[in-house]
């Protein structure tokens, strides 16, 4: 399998405080990567230095094989794109437009976009089931609205990389799982490579290929989910004591072992009021 993106020894601090310290990892093509840590850890600010929003104190990143400092920024537009967890107001432009834009990396400063960029467009809005979206306004749109047609506007603009920084947030239940079967199905079909931030680590369980543990600014653990996804090492990351249910022969889902005592306390509880009911006791 090819590896799309690689980063090498990379480091970053915001003035004196160090935030990322000798990361290094690799994500191929076609891989569903989720990254997991606590609020702090770090995990933006890795996502940002991926596409050099932030340049890093030291260490490398390549996308196939390249490094992206010797890439414009143009360039690495047209490689890596990223769907930011906090959403720009915008001008009043209809989603539609919004997501064209994402192919601006591909047209030159007088260009306008053709009738082939918005058919792109639509599809990506067709795939994630948001095609009812394309005539609205962007700056009146829910905040899960702007969310999924920001990950459109991100799938017309490469076929690489995708940074998603936080996807599942402002979705509804529903539409939370939606995008990341969405985002697993895009890896398969498209080889595209997508690294993920997420808060909940049962959403990287079901959904991930890989996993990278950020504790503390350094990775803490990575590699496959079905191996980096223990009782141990998630409880060590959260710093909380976990317990887990398991789902399937694969798949574990992991939660604070004061919520599961008290969820088995609470069934028990109900349990023996509908065996008194049955016996005519209330």
């Known amino acids: 399998m090819a590896v799309t993106l690689e980063c090498h020894d990379l480091c970053f601090s915001y003035q004196d405080h160090p935030v990322l310290n000798n990361v290094s990892f690799t994500v191929d093509s076609g891989r569903f990567c989720a990254i997991l840590g606590r609020n702090g850890s770090g995990k933006t600010t890795l996502l940002h230095c991926l596409n050099r929003i932030l340049s890093p104190d030291a260490g490398r990143v390549l996308v196939h094989g390249q490094d992206i400092l010797a890439m414009d920024q143009n360039q690495i537009a047209q490689q890596i794109s990223l769907v930011p967890q906090e959403h ?101 079909t498209r080889g595209i490579s997508i690294v993920a931030t997420l808060h909940d680590p049962n959403m990287a369980a079901l959904f991930a290929d890989d996993l990278i543990l950020v504790k503390d600014g350094a990775i803490m653990a990575q590699g496959p989910a079905s191996q980096v996804m223990t009782q141990k090492i998630i409880s060590a990351l959260y710093d909380t004591p976990l317990g887990q249910v398991r789902i399937n022969d694969h798949k574990k889902l992991f939660f604070p072992k004061t919520v599961l005592t008290d969820a088995v306390d609470a069934v028990d509880a109900v349990d023996a009021i509908d065996t008194k009911e049955e016996e005519g006791g209330y």
């Open 88 to 188: 720009l107001d915008m001008f009043p432009y209809r989603v539609i437009d919004v997501v064209v834009m994402g192919r601006a990396p591909f047209l030159t400063l007088s260009q306008r976009p053709g009738e082939s960029d918005y058919k792109m467009a639509r599809e990506a809005l067709n795939l994630l089931n948001a095609e009812g979206l394309a005539q609205k306004k962007f700056n009146q749109l829910s905040g899960g609205e702007r969310q999924l047609s920001l990950l459109a506007r991100a799938l017309t603009q490469t076929s690489c990389v995708m940074l998603l920084d936080e996807p599942t947030n402002h979705l509804d239940f529903n539409n939370q799982y939606h995008l990341l079967f969405t985002i697993k199905s895009l890896c398969r």
